[in-house]
């Protein structure tokens, strides 16, 4: 039994006991692709949409980009309060406006452009009908929509999962499932719906013309078996949870295998070259690991974007928190685990738009943006924050933590400024983190002996050796900012034959370009911290957070 519960390094060439054994690619290219390659640059299309932007990368085979183009989206729109939604066509659109001027602006032959991957945001979902347009809006990963629970889970079963404390969890994720409430509340538009799709698997159908996705984008509230990595057969526990008919799914491959080709119609939409290959990628989250150059379970993925999130990959199906599943990898036939802070690096946003009014007036005319300038603000501020401890709960979880749980911030003295609150933040983030790699370790059996970070948050130095110093850990920054776009092109790289497994397309496309060692004195300071403060803090305010919100009633209490 798994499900979601939640919406929402580079390798060093002496494995040990990690080596990843590989399946064989199923794909029609022939050898010579390989050998082509001593003669002349292969070069690889990789798009990136995700919830802010969409990106439109050209690298090249040693995992440079040689051209980016970045385009900012409306994220989604709101018709009722908690929703998010956007219209699927729209996003599309955006998509052809990266590649059109991506295609524009470089000066590549187009033989030498040998596939492309595309990698978007997880658990989006489009009901198209028979002619493949839209039925209604994408419902986005953000949404808070909740669907009735009906005729399941109810007597010994109930029973069963009561006892086992997993009830709340189980009603939870049939709640949070959109194809749940669409049943429910739109019983036309899911009669009409041909095939359910992921986001990804909607941009394939574009691209294409076949309703296809990868496994590897397969996160979200679907009748997935997430253990065999295929659709739930009838009568598995995900089917009952969310009972999706079998034909108005799509088709499945792994990473790295052949999705088709681009269309006339596509080619025209987008620019790309007609026939170009489709080479099966992940969600973002799972390229952002890949592109870091993480395929062993000791070396763990850190990403500091707008949920943050510690993941390791595995060849054997693992769980960190129980009934959580294992996410499928970017690396075929492999496992991510995942710890995530759903809010995550969102909070810097929210410490700007609150409080850092001042640096978003002066970047205006000094070309330094927000973020640089509060590195610059508490560059000074010791290790812990002069007594200040922050708990990074602004969004609540399900179990971990608890759906009553809220943000805190304790120590507060007269020392203490809004700058002492952002590093506040930085490190309460890190130190929960830190808690996940902790169970991580703990559920695999694996010591994690070093970390990869990316995302938005790797580009601070102060981030940084703040991560090296609270986890006592080796930290690592990748040589490229673009890591899930990155992750796709390494798919698309060995699904073409450019190389002939993963191992030897990281060694060729992936660079640490800079390393953090921890700082004995910071890492002291944090250990002691992390030990007798914040590992205590949630358990402690936990009954007080319970009765915040039987008092208030926020979170909402569903009964």
């Not at 919406?7 to 590989?22: G, V």
């Not at 253990?227 to 089917?239: A, R, S, V």
Request: charged share 20%.
């Amino acid at each position: 039994m798994n499900f979601l519960l939640n919406k929402n390094i580079f390798i060093n060439l002496s494995l040990e006991k990690y080596s990843p054994k590989y399946h064989p690619q199923k794909s029609y290219f022939n050898d010579h692709l390989l050998m082509d390659n001593h003669l002349e640059e292969s070069y690889i299309i990789a798009i990136d949409a995700g919830t802010q932007s969409v990106r439109s990368a050209l690298f090249d085979s040693g995992g440079q980009i040689v051209r980016i183009e970045k385009l900012e989206i409306e994220p989604y729109y709101a018709t009722a309060p908690g929703y998010a939604e956007q219209d699927a066509n729209y996003l599309w659109e955006q998509v052809c406006i990266v590649t059109r001027k991506l295609m524009e602006q470089i000066h590549v032959p187009p033989d030498r452009i040998k596939g492309m991957s595309i990698t978007t945001q997880r658990g989006t979902v489009v009901n198209v009908g028979k002619d493949g347009m839209p039925l209604r809006p994408a419902i986005i990963w953000l949404d808070q929509r909740k669907a009735r629970l009906e005729k399941f889970p109810r007597g010994f079963i109930k029973r069963g999962l009561q006892i086992l404390n997993l009830f709340g969890s189980i009603t939870h994720a049939i709640k949070d499932g959109e194809c749940n409430w669409i049943r429910q509340n739109e019983p036309k538009i899911w009669e009409n719906t041909h095939k359910f799709l992921f986001l990804s698997g909607f941009f394939h159908y574009k691209l294409s013309g076949e309703y296809i996705d990868s496994v590897g984008n397969m996160v979200g509230y679907i009748p997935f078996n997430y253990k065999k990595q295929q659709w739930c057969k009838p009568g598995e526990f995900n089917t009952k949870l969310f009972p999706v008919e079998h034909e108005k799914l799509p088709h499945l491959v792994h990473p790295g295998e052949l999705l088709g080709h681009i269309t006339r119609d596509a080619a025209t939409e987008t620019g790309l070259p007609q026939g170009l290959p489709i080479i099966a990628a992940a969600a973002d989250k799972a390229c952002e690991v890949l592109g870091s150059g993480c395929i062993t379970p000791n070396i763990a993925c850190l990403s500091f974007g707008t949920t943050a999130t510690v993941e390791t990959v595995h060849p054997k199906y693992r769980e960190v928190i129980r009934f959580f599943p294992g996410y499928p990898s970017a690396l075929p036939h492999h496992f991510n685990t995942e710890f995530m802070i759903y809010r995550g690096y969102w909070m810097i946003n929210w410490f700007k738009n609150e409080f850092g009014h001042k640096e978003i007036e002066l970047s205006k005319t000094t070309g330094i943006s927000p973020e640089k300038q509060f590195d610059e603000m508490i560059k000074d501020i010791p290790p812990g924050s002069m007594g200040l401890i922050l708990q990074p709960y602004w969004s609540p979880g399900v179990r971990i933590p608890g759906v009553e749980a809220k943000g805190a911030v304790i120590g507060f003295g007269d020392v203490h400024t809004r700058a002492h609150i952002y590093k506040a933040i930085l490190e309460g983030l890190t130190y929960s983190l830190k808690q996940g790699t902790i169970k991580t370790e703990k559920r695999t059996g694996v010591k994690i002996k070093k970390l990869r970070v990316s995302g938005g948050g790797s580009q601070s130095e102060l981030a940084m050796q703040l991560t090296a110093d609270i986890f006592g850990l080796t930290v690592e920054q990748p040589h490229t900012f673009e890591t899930s776009a990155l992750g796709a092109a390494i798919n698309c790289a060995v699904g073409l034959g450019i190389y002939p497994n993963y191992e030897v397309a990281i060694g060729k496309m992936c660079r640490v370009t800079k390393t953090y060692h921890p700082n004995p004195q910071n890492m002291a300071i944090y250990d002691q911290l992390y030990k007798k403060v914040y590992g205590r803090l949630y358990r402690r305010l936990k009954p007080l957070y319970q009765n915040i919100r039987n008092i208030v009633n926020y979170p909402a209490i569903e009964h």
